[in-house]
C-alpha cells in the first residue's frame, strides 16, 4: 500500500523547485494506469489534488468493443445509488420503480455494477466510503476498523487485507486524500464470474497554483487504442490536463478460477 500511495503522489503532488515540466506533463500519469492493471493490488477509487480515479464495472459484451464516444460521454459519481423513483406526469398514471445505480447512463454502463458509494446524512457530518455488498459478500470480506480494511482470514488463519481504504484529511481541499484499493486477484476472479469488465474513469488535472487565470490557447491532443482512450490539452509550463477511459478484462480464465478452487479443497 505504501507503494501505491507514493506512485499517487508523484503524479498528484507539485514538486519541489521549478514545476514547469511535471505541469505540462499530465498525460506521464496515464503510465501510472497501465501499472495499476498490472499490479498487485489495484487502485479502483482515488481522489486528491490533480488526481480523480473512479472504476466500475460494465458486462464484458458491452466492451467488445468498447463505445468509446459514448463512454466520453458518460461519468459516474460517487454519490449513485440505488432508490426508489416516483414518476408523475405526462400524461401517465404515476409510477414507482427501483432504480439502479448507474440506470442513468448509457446502454455499456447501464448493466453494469458500481463497486463504491458514497452517501451524506443530515444527521450527520460524516460520509464514508461505502462498498459493493454484493463484492464483498462474494469475497467473504469483513471491514476491521483498526485496519481500514475489508479483511478474511487466509489458510493460515491470519488476517488478510483485501480491500483498503485510505482517507486523509488536508488544511483545505487540495490536501484532502481518499484512496481505494483491492487484491488484483480476487477482483479479476470476481469480474470473470461477474462476466465483467472494469471501466476506469479518469482525469489528470495540473495547474500553476496561485497564478493560473484559465484555460486558453492549449494544445490540444486525443489518444485512442481500444482499451485506453483520452482527450487532453497542454498550456506550456502553466497547466496540462488529460481525461479519459481505461478499460480492464480480467485476466483470469474459467478454467484456471476452478483448477485454483478445486487444489484449495484437495
Known amino acids: ?83 426508489i423513483e ?3 406526469g405526462g400524461g401517465q398514471p404515476d409510477r414507482v420503480y427501483l432504480s439502479p445505480s448507474m440506470d442513468m447512463q448509457g446502454k455499456t454502463l447501464r448493466d453494469g455494477e458500481k463497486l463504491l458509494f458514497r452517501r451524506s446524512f443530515a444527521a450527520s457530518e460524516r460520509s464514508p466510503i461505502e462498498l459493493s455488498q454484493k463484492l464483498v459478500h462474494a469475497l467473504d470480506l ?54 465483467m469488465g472494469m471501466v476506469v474513469f479518469f482525469d489528470f488535472t495540473r495547474t500553476k497554483r496561485g497564478s493560473f487565470s484559465g484555460w486558453h490557447g492549449q494544445t490540444r491532443f486525443n489518444h485512442s487504442v481500444p482499451d485506453l482512450f483520452y482527450n487532453g490539452g497542454v498550456m506550456a509550463g502553466q497547466a496540462s490536463y488529460v481525461n479519459g477511459r481505461q478499460i480492464v478484462r480480467p485476466a483470469v480464465t474459467l478454467d484456471e478460477i476452478v483448477s485454483a478452487h478445486v487444489k484449495r479443497r484437495d
Open 1 to 83: 500500500m505504501d507503494r501505491v500511495m507514493q506512485r499517487l503522489a508523484e503524479i498528484s503532488t507539485h514538486p519541489q523547485g521549478d514545476p514547469s515540466e511535471w505541469l505540462s506533463s499530465a498525460e506521464s500519469a496515464v503510465e501510472f494506469l497501465e501499472e495499476n492493471a498490472q499490479s498487485e493490488k489495484m487502485v479502483v477509487f482515488a481522489s486528491m489534488d490533480c488526481t480523480l480515479i473512479h472504476a466500475v464495472l460494465a458486462p464484458l459484451a458491452h466492451l467488445d468493443p468498447p463505445d468509446q464516444s459514448e463512454l466520453m460521454q458518460d461519468f459516474v459519481k460517487l454519490d449513485d445509488r440505488w432508490a
Open 86 to 88: 416516483h414518476v408523475s
Open 142 to 195: 469483513h471491514f476491521v476498523e483498526e485496519r481500514s480494511a475489508y479483511c478474511r482470514l487466509d489458510d493460515n488463519g491470519d488476517l488478510e487485507d483485501v480491500i483498503n481504504i485510505v482517507e486523509r484529511t488536508g488544511g483545505d481541499w487540495t490536501g484532502n486524500i481518499t484512496v481505494v484499493t483491492i487484491l488484483t486477484r480476487d477482483v479479476a476472479e470476481y469480474m470473470r464470474l461477474a462476466e
